[in-house]
């Protein structure tokens, strides 16, 4: 049996148990709120941010590169959800459309996105893409030489299906034309960028 003065020697004093709670109470934040700020992304008075998700157009875009289209066009509605069908969702889900091999779907979604901002260079380009697949190839060259001028050429991918077009119309590398594929583009960052070849 253990004596009294035994237990008495190891259980803690008052004072390194208030000494204890005041050292903890000085390493965390005083704000309990601010832990929980911290968690959903909101800025606390301590100035950190936790991660961000990423969102529904963020996550499509790497579905697509990733060559999982369906999955890519639910993610996109869950964009359109979040932001409303804007000129980069629409043409975002008439892109996974074409890669899904609906043309027709594709063509209508990403002829509204034009309607909405006809100067949006990913969208003409991407309709280009879904008539040249239809063999309109017409049509499909004046958006590709429309969204290739209003991107003053820097866009490789916009300059390489004007190329290609313009080899298949004057059947000067018929080869070429029927081999190559064409390019999606999204918008990101200031850029074109290619989506899911």
Known sequence: MVSPKRLAANRPTRRAIVLGAAALAACSPRDPDALINDRVGLPTRFGTRAPQ?????????????????????RA?????????FTVDVLSAVGSANLRLGRLKQAEKILRVAIAQDEKFVPALNNLGVVLNAKNE?????????????????????????????????????????????????????????????
């Not at 998700?53 to 066009?73: F, I, N, Q, T």
């Not at 300059?159 to 004057?170: E, H, K, V, Y």
């Open 137 to 197: 190839i017409g049509e499909a060259r004046e958006l590709f030489r429309v969204a290739f001028a209003l991107d003053s050429g820097q866009s490789i991918e916009i300059r390489d299906n004007l190329r290609l077009l313009n080899a298949r119309l004057q059947n000067i590398d018929p080869d070429v034309a029927e081999t190559e594929d064409f390019r999606l583009v999204r918008r990101g960052n200031g850029q074109y960028l290619l989506l899911g070849q």
């Open 76 to 84: 996109y509605y869950r964009a359109a959800n979040e932001k409303g």
């Open 53 to 73: 998700a990423p969102d529904g157009l963020e996550v499509g875009h790497r579905l697509m590169d990733a060559g999982e289209y369906e999955l890519a066009l």
